[in-house]
């Protein structure tokens, strides 16, 4: 391969880059080309017919498109101006702009962080194989399980069974519900939060991490629980998402995936079961979905249930919302233990005495 231009990319490029050689975005092998990007915009699926929800895509400044058309092949470079990657110039391609918003998070108001985002990068994308040069220097090494390393620590386990669970926000008994729920199903359960891009208000990995560390340490057993993270951006875009972190968790080894209410949701922006809706609308996922409904704390029954097991309606749900359960740790304030664990809440409010609760400019 010729190495005569370089691009530059961000760390949240370099982990994805990483993604796709490591195989966490099967059978992607490289950023997406044009065909593969139309088909996953309007049909939801790859250029081979592939179910595939969210495109992968490398951004081009359009004043290096005429460049880069010419070359065969494009280094990348880390922002210290490191080698950590190449990529074998098969496409150059240009977005719809607003209307492919509009088609892969259902809108085009950009007060929907995903969408704001999106619409800050070039119109401009290479698509092509790539090769990883230096390894990511990851966060939580111990934590960062490649799909052959969670494949194969599953087996050693001797799991047939594998239910896989997405999150980004540090464990309350609701989210605690669905995966003892998951553990009951299954042989096991694979809980990976995301700690990739996150919009600013939302909590820090050191958060996340150190909640999940703190369930798994005192709570889970170790033969029906396995901790992993998943170094990818938050999209928010609820039921096309769902399906992308289902396809993910295929990739790892999951045979089962929960999908609960308001899914990779943010705002309003989608209906509470609208992610369960579009995944029941594919047949060849490889892995099975599992539509839970969303638990809350019924104060008459005195215990975590969901609309399926409880017939006692609002008047005695007990519930604190995200914002208000922020403004509780930001203050010191421990949430009631319905909510969650003492344990938890204990070192989350630690975390924010440090300012290290949230994440700051909204980067993981």
């Not at 998070?105 to 969408?115: E, F, I, K, M, S």
């Not at 069974?161 to 309350?172: E, K, L, M, S």
């Not at 922006?269 to 704390?297: H, K, M, N, V, W």
Request: aromatic share 8%; with cysteine.
């Amino acid at each position: 391969m010729s190495h005569e231009i370089s691009l530059t990319i961000d760390e949240e490029t370099w982990l994805e880059l990483a993604n796709l050689v490591d195989g966490v975005l099967a059978p992607l092998t490289g950023f997406m080309s044009g065909r593969d990007y139309r088909g996953v915009v309007d049909d939801m699926r790859l250029g081979d017919g592939s179910p595939w929800t969210i495109p992968v895509t490398l951004e081009l400044p359009e004043a290096r498109r005429a460049e880069v058309v010419a070359k065969g092949s494009v280094t990348l470079n880390n922002r210290c101006g490191e080698p950590v990657g190449e990529l074998e110039v098969h496409d150059v391609f240009q977005t719809a702009g607003e209307e492919d918003l509009r088609k892969i998070y259902g809108t085009a108001d950009q007060a929907h962080p995903g969408v704001r985002r999106e619409a800050q990068r070039s119109r401009w994308r290479v698509g092509g194989p790539v090769r990883l040069l230096k390894p990511v220097p990851y966060a939580f090494p111990d934590l960062n399980l490649t799909p052959a390393q969670s494949r194969t620590l599953f087996a050693s386990k001797g799991w047939k069974t594998v239910v896989g669970f997405q999150t980004r926000n540090p464990i309350h008994r609701a989210h605690e519900y669905l995966q003892r729920v998951g553990m009951e199903f299954a042989d096991g359960i694979f809980v990976q939060p995301l700690i990739g891009w996150k919009k600013p208000d939302d909590f820090s990995p050191e958060a996340v991490v150190a909640a999940y560390r703190a369930m798994f340490q005192l709570f889970y057993p170790p033969e029906h629980g396995v901790l992993g993270l998943l170094t990818t951006p938050m999209r928010y875009a609820g039921p096309r998402e769902a399906v992308f972190h289902a396809l993910v968790r295929r990739n790892h080894g999951c045979t089962h995936f929960i999908v609960g209410r308001d899914h990779a949701g943010v705002g309003n922006f989608y209906g509470l079961y609208e992610a369960q809706e579009l995944c029941s609308r594919f047949d060849d996922l490889g892995i099975t979905i599992l539509p839970l409904r969303g638990p809350y704390f019924c104060s008459k029954c005195d215990g975590i249930v969901t609309d399926k097991s409880c017939s006692h309606g609002d008047a005695h749900v007990a519930s604190v919302s995200g914002t208000k359960l922020r403004s509780m740790l930001q203050q010191g304030v421990r949430p009631p233990e319905e909510f969650m664990r003492p344990e938890i809440s204990e070192i989350l409010i630690g975390l924010a005495r440090e300012n290290r609760l949230f994440n700051a400019q909204g980067d993981a």
